[in-house]
């Protein structure tokens, strides 16, 4: 079975997330968005060690720790699918937008695509390449554990924007019911922001693409 932690960081709140396998106390660190030594303390706490670094997109308040985490810690970084390279390219760039410091462009030592598998321990996380939010979105999914670290494809009642460069809502909206609700009702997710929902309960009222919302569009209503 596989543990999690949130740690909010940077001023979006971004829910940087500590995976570990119960096993072993071995840890991944999902989407170092800054705030390093909040999330490095947090791992000490638990008595952790991190062994890499998941990223689901290449936006900065996700990924602008990333490089300057796997030298502190030695470790090697995996994600996201390659599509999101130019976010993370401009990663300089994207902190004079949103008023961000110290982000930094990486190059991933593994880019990620559908169907494969990362370990953290003995545990094994399913890869899926969810795009719409980013080209080259990627979440994460622990079978067994009946969790999954979606990023930012969807909220507690909400969904991801489409508004950024190379985003697409209904790739998005796709991406959400076709790859993520199959996955099971009583899987639990962590979003990018915000507080742990469930595919079930998104799927019965998520006001963007849960059953109602979709048939209504459907329907013509």
């Given at each position: 079975m596989i543990e999690s932690h949130i740690v909010p960081v940077t001023g979006f709140a971004q829910n940087c997330s500590i995976l570990w396998c119960i096993a072993t106390r071995r840890a991944a660190i999902v989407d170092p968005g800054g705030d390093?030594?909040?999330?490095l303390a947090a791992v000490a706490s638990l008595g952790l060690t991190v062994?890499?670094?998941?990223?689901?997109?290449?936006?900065?308040?996700?990924a602008g720790g990333t490089a300057e985490l796997a030298r502190?810690?030695?470790?090697?970084?995996e994600g996201p699918h390659e599509d999101d390279r130019f976010?993370?390219?401009?990663?300089?760039?994207?902190?004079?937008?949103?008023g961000f410091s110290g982000g930094e462009p990486f190059e991933p030592d593994r880019w990620l695509h559908d169907g494969d598998h990362v370990t953290v321990g003995e545990m094994r996380l399913d890869?899926?390449?969810?795009?719409?939010?980013t080209p080259g979105h990627v979440i994460f999914h622990q079978a067994e554990s009946k969790l999954a670290i979606v990023g930012d494809v969807l909220f507690a009642g909400s969904i991801g924007r489409t508004d950024?460069?190379?985003?697409?809502?209904?790739?998005?909206?796709?991406?959400?019911?076709e790859k993520l609700f199959p996955l099971g009702d009583d899987v639990s997710f962590i979003p990018?922001?915000?507080?742990?929902?469930?595919f079930?309960?998104?799927?019965k009222s998520n006001p963007y693409v849960g059953d109602a919302a979709v048939s209504g569009r459907v329907d013509g209503r």
């Open positions: 390093l030594d909040r999330v062994e890499k670094i998941l990223i689901t997109h290449g936006h900065i308040d996700h502190k810690l030695g470790v090697p970084i976010w993370i390219d401009n990663m300089v760039q994207q902190g004079r937008m949103f890869v899926l390449h969810t795009p719409g939010h950024f460069p190379r985003g697409d809502h209904a790739t998005l909206v796709r991406s959400i019911r990018g922001h915000g507080p742990m929902s469930s079930g309960r998104e799927r």
